[in-house]
């Protein structure tokens, strides 16, 4: 199994900065994935983060709102830039198991916009 | 990849079988059938997942009709700490690829004392 390890667990940040959400993984991996959970809602897909190249991002998500890095194989960064309470949600980021069909989960950053 | 479609919500009584279903009539032959759950605050947490055969595993059991057009999570004895958001989700292997789940909407299961 991968060990995720997701920094901050939670934020409270002001409206118009930024936030950078930090992901390390106890392995190598190839992909790993950015997911948003708003209030009450299920997960949806940001982007996949490939490490020494672009993220892909997903419709309706876009570089300039949710820059995203990929340095080496067991570490990826989102950052969420000029916040508004609407960005107001879970944080998560997954990857796959190297030898299974399981996907894993980090623990999620709770991100409070005020 | 397929879509599915569970109910919103579903209760069960402690030390009770918990039977999840989830219908995925549009499954392709290639496509497996994956549950995740998430319990409040915590990321999602993979459970079991299967292709055609039955597949049981320490959490739970994974029954699939012969057609796969449908399917149902069995949490055999239900504690209190099963109560979580359950996602049947389905798509190719994660070894087919290198694409991420899709996540639906889930059941909300409550187990109750």
């Known amino acids: 199994s991968a060990v995720i390890s997701q920094k901050p667990s939670r934020d409270i940040c002001q409206r118009g900065t930024s936030l950078t959400i930090q992901c390390q993984v106890d392995?190598?991996?190839?992909?790993m994935f950015w997911y948003r959970q708003q209030p009450g809602q299920s997960l949806t897909l940001i982007a996949t983060?490939?490490?020494?190249?672009?993220?892909?991002?997903e419709s309706g998500f876009v570089i300039d709102k949710f820059p995203i890095s990929r340095p080496n194989l067991t570490f990826s960064t989102l950052t969420v830039s000029n916040m508004s309470p609407e960005d107001s949600s879970i944080y998560l980021c997954?990857?796959?198991?190297?030898?299974?069909?399981?996907?894993?989960f980090g623990s999620g950053t709770q991100l409070s916009v005020l | 990849d397929a879509k599915t479609t569970q109910p919103t919500s579903m209760d069960c009584a402690e030390g009770r079988a918990a039977n999840l279903p989830c219908n995925h009539s549009?499954?392709?032959?290639?496509?497996?059938v994956y549950w995740y759950r998430q319990i409040h605050s915590q990321g999602p947490q993979y459970i079991i997942h299967?292709?055609?055969n039955n597949e049981t595993n320490e959490m739970a059991s994974l029954i699939i009709t012969e057609d796969r057009k449908s399917s149902t999570l069995i949490l055999p004895h239900a504690t209190l700490r099963d109560t979580a958001v359950y996602y049947c989700?389905?798509?190719?292997?994660?070894?087919?690829?290198?694409?991420?789940?899709?996540f639906g909407k889930g059941t909300r299961l409550s187990v109750i004392a």
């Open positions: 997954s990857v796959k198991g190297t030898v299974n069909e399981k996907l894993f």
């Open positions: 392995s190598q991996v190839t992909m």
């Open positions: 983060a490939n490490q020494g190249s672009e993220a892909t991002y």
């Open positions: 549009t499954i392709s032959g290639n496509e497996y």
């Open positions: 299967g292709l055609k």
């Open positions: 989700i389905v798509r190719v292997g994660l070894n087919s690829g290198n694409t991420p789940l899709v």
